[in-house]
């Protein structure tokens, strides 16, 4: 499969080289402008005209006056490698004739494949965009809510992003200090490739019977989080339903929940999970990285925090996505009670976190 050879290739990938997920067209700008190998060189070596590579590069060319753009392409232009590249036949130094600055800022397949997946999925919401300072080393996705403020439901390392918008998954249509970043419609297409192969991967192990048990869960559109269409609503008074605190409680536990990427171990284990976290006994992900493992306790706290029954609805709504009448009815609750119940465990939720950010500034991630 595809995510298992990017996998593979995680551990491979040589910090000296050009990522694998660089397009062609940014390979040939690179080897014309930085390695000085002529366009026709170049046609020879990939069976294409000359005409094409030289269209590939004018276009890249263009894509500088992104900034993110233009500082992804003056990482990976880094410095001729010790030799020139002549000295070797045009279609092995592809990859392998740069010395790339700052190459551990650069994310690996694996690494761009896995946040690009949370990123892009974000951005599909109504009214988020990712936000990007000239300054900063983060980037934030932001929504706009019903009350007329911003809600933050992610943040992404600059490196990240600026490998999205290298790959056109991401554009600024206005610049300024403070660009604010779209998804494109090819942005959408890789962004359904991650899904089908995630559906595809959970297809081939339940085949194998090395999936137990996976609920079925009805989930909202990209467009529309339950947490999202529940904000919308308001009380007889007029009052919102949930306020933006309540809602930041709950796109933070997401955001820990996409971050330490436990979604697909949670969903096949389901009853395990709920058992163990009830007996003060939640599984640990040996194999997860500092940042995942450190989101991983994070849920794991504000869920053991919120008890049975809250942690229950609280997961299924903003974790997985379930509708709210899909949980009352697998909860085996009354109509319209999910709400309430989800409400209050938001209430707690916040009530957490406050406590958990006494010893340090609370962010999401």
């Given at each position: 499969?595809?995510?298992?050879?990017?996998?593979?290739?995680?551990?491979?990938?040589?910090?000296?080289?050009?990522?694998?997920?660089?397009?062609?067209?940014?390979?040939?700008?690179?080897?014309?402008?930085?390695?000085?190998?002529?366009?026709?060189?170049?046609?020879?070596?990939?069976?294409?005209?000359?005409?094409?590579?030289?269209?590939?590069?004018?276009?890249?060319?263009?894509?500088?006056?992104?900034?993110?753009?233009?500082?992804?392409?003056?990482?990976?232009?880094?410095?001729?490698?010790?030799?020139?590249?002549?000295?070797?036949?045009?279609?092995?130094?592809?990859?392998?004739?740069?010395?790339?600055?700052?190459?551990?800022?650069?994310?690996?397949?694996?690494?761009?494949?896995?946040?690009?997946?949370?990123?892009?999925?974000?951005?599909?919401?109504?009214?988020?965009?990712?936000?990007?300072?000239?300054?900063?080393?983060?980037?934030?996705?932001?929504?706009?809510?019903?009350?007329?403020?911003?809600?933050?439901?992610?943040?992404?390392?600059?490196?990240?992003?600026?490998?999205?918008?290298?790959?056109?998954?991401?554009?600024?249509?206005?610049?300024?200090?403070?660009?604010?970043?779209?998804?494109?419609?090819?942005?959408?297409?890789?962004?359904?490739?991650?899904?089908?192969?995630?559906?595809?991967?959970?297809?081939?192990e339940t085949a194998n019977g090395k999936v137990t048990e996976t609920p079925n869960r009805i989930r909202?559109?990209?467009?529309?989080?339950?947490?999202?269409?529940?904000?919308?609503?308001?009380?007889?008074?007029?009052?919102?339903?949930?306020?933006?605190?309540?809602?930041?409680?709950?796109?933070?536990?997401?955001?820990?929940?996409?971050?330490?990427?436990?979604?697909?171990?949670?969903?096949?284990?389901?009853?395990?999970?709920?058992?163990?976290?009830?007996?003060?006994?939640?599984?640990?992900?040996?194999?997860?990285?500092?940042?995942?493992?450190?989101?991983?306790?994070?849920?794991?706290?504000?869920?053991?925090?919120?008890?049975?029954?809250?942690?229950?609805?609280?997961?299924?709504?903003?974790?997985?996505?379930?509708?709210?009448?899909?949980?009352?009815?697998?909860?085996?609750?009354?109509?319209?009670?999910?709400?309430?119940?989800?409400?209050?465990?938001?209430?707690?939720?916040?009530?957490?976190?406050?406590?958990?950010?006494?010893?340090?500034?609370?962010?999401?991630?």
């Amino acid at each position: 499969m595809q995510a298992l050879e990017n996998r593979k290739q995680v551990d491979a990938e040589d910090t000296s080289e050009i990522p694998a997920w660089v397009p062609r067209s940014v390979q040939n700008y690179i080897d014309h402008t930085e390695m000085g190998i002529p366009i026709r060189a170049l046609a020879r070596a990939q069976g294409c005209h000359a005409s094409t590579i030289l269209r590939q590069i004018r276009r890249v060319e263009t894509l500088r006056d992104d900034p993110l753009v233009d500082n992804a392409l003056k990482t990976l232009g880094g410095t001729p490698a010790s030799g020139t590249a002549q000295a070797q036949p045009v279609h092995q130094t592809t990859t392998k004739r740069l010395k790339i600055r700052k190459s551990e800022e650069l994310p690996n397949i694996g690494e761009l494949s896995a946040h690009g997946n949370r990123v892009l999925k974000r951005l599909c919401e109504t009214g988020a965009v990712l936000a990007v300072a000239a300054d900063m080393d983060k980037a934030v996705i932001v929504r706009d809510s019903a009350g007329g403020e911003n809600t933050r439901t992610g943040v992404v390392d600059r490196s990240v992003v600026e490998a999205m918008a290298l790959k056109g998954w991401i554009t600024a249509p206005d610049g300024g200090r403070i660009a604010r970043y779209h998804i494109t419609a090819q942005g959408r297409s890789a962004l359904a490739d991650f899904m089908a192969r995630d559906e595809s991967e959970l297809a081939s192990e339940t085949a194998n019977g090395k999936v137990t048990e996976t609920p079925n869960r009805i989930r909202y559109g990209l467009a529309e989080s339950p947490l999202a269409a529940l904000a919308r609503r308001r009380d007889k008074d007029g009052s919102l339903f949930l306020s933006s605190e309540l809602v930041n409680a709950g796109e933070r536990l997401r955001e820990d929940f996409e971050l330490a990427q436990m979604g697909p171990d949670v969903a096949r284990n389901w009853d395990s999970f709920l058992e163990g976290l009830a007996e003060g006994k939640p599984p640990v992900l040996h194999d997860s990285a500092d940042a995942g493992a450190r989101a991983h306790s994070r849920v794991i706290a504000a869920l053991t925090n919120l008890g049975p029954g809250l942690s229950d609805i609280t997961l299924r709504c903003c974790c997985f996505l379930e509708g709210l009448e899909t949980a009352e009815k697998v909860l085996g609750w009354s109509a319209r009670s999910g709400k309430i119940v989800l409400r209050i465990a938001l209430m707690r939720l916040h009530l957490h976190y406050g406590q958990a950010s006494v010893r340090r500034t609370a962010m999401i991630g």
